[in-house]
T-cell receptor, first 118, second 112 residues
Framework: GAVVSQHPSWVICKSGTSVKIECRSL??????MFWYRQFPKQSLMLMAT?????????EQGVEKDKFLINHASLTLSTLTVTSAHPEDSSFYIC??????????????FGPGTRLTVL | SQKIEQNSEALNIQEGKTATLTCNYT??????LQWYRQDPGRGPVFLLL?????KEKRKERLKVTFDTTLKQSLFHITASQPADSATYLC???????????FGKGTRLHILP
């Protein structure tokens, strides 16, 4: 099946710093990628839809100036958490749909990035 | 607003038995319903997708049913094994956009 990678798998940073998380589709092209956040024992909450070559679409309540998304190529989307604070500590997961397949509705998820802000 | 309920937060099943997980939804008419498996500290893994005009879908030991009248899906694992222990997420996929909405999941424990 299609593989999505994320880097880093975990990161610890100081409050006020910015952190960039990469999401790559390794063996397929993805015109659309998705960024989720998951708190312990909670569901995945969609933060934004990342569209290649255009601006991301953010869900209600998600600050676009705080969570910067860039989808510069068909295989890479990045999420930058700017001026991170302890309440931003969470598990961030990306996913992608394979644009070139009949199984377009399947979403392939990355392994997630654990962010801890001190 | 749209709501998805997976009505068991946790479920313990004896090895070899069939595990049945339930997903109910309101205020939504999905085109597709999907089931994912998530292990601790990992991203979800796609298991099965069922379309709104399909009643049942099978894959090896997995079976999913979809009742659009009841607004409910059942997810069955037959001949359950301890390796099936994980959190299982139900997700709804709509007609109008690319987004899918996840339930909170059910933590399944298969007891040896």
């Amino acid at each position: 099946g299609a593989v999505v990678s994320q880097h880093p798998s975990w990161v610890i940073c100081k409050s006020g710093t910015s952190v960039k998380i990469e999401c790559r589709s390794l063996d397929f092209q993805a015109t659309t990628m998705f960024w989720y956040r998951q708190f312990p024992k909670q569901s995945l909450m969609l933060m934004a839809t990342s569209n290649e070559g255009s601006k991301a679409t953010y869900e209600q309540g998600v600050e676009k100036d705080k969570f910067l998304i860039n989808h510069a190529s068909l295989t890479l989307s990045t999420l930058t958490v700017t001026s991170a604070h302890p309440e931003d500590s969470s598990f961030y997961i990306c996913s992608a749909r394979d644009s070139g397949t009949d199984h377009y509705n399947e979403q392939f998820f990355g392994p997630g990035t654990r962010l801890t802000v001190l | 607003s749209q709501k998805i309920e997976q009505n068991s937060e946790a479920l313990n099943i004896q090895e070899g038995k069939t595990a049945t997980l339930t997903c109910n939804y309101t205020n939504y008419s999905p085109a597709y319903l999907q089931w994912y498996r998530q292990d601790p500290g990992r991203g979800p893994v796609f298991l099965l997708l069922i379309r709104e005009n399909e009643k049942e879908k099978r894959k090896e030991r997995l079976k999913v049913t979809f009742d659009t009248t009841l607004k409910q899906s059942l997810f069955h694992i037959t001949a359950s094994q301890p390796a099936d222990s994980a959190t299982y997420l139900c997700a709804l996929d709509g007609w109008l956009d690319d987004k899918i909405i996840f339930g909170k999941g059910t933590r399944l424990h298969i007891l040896p």
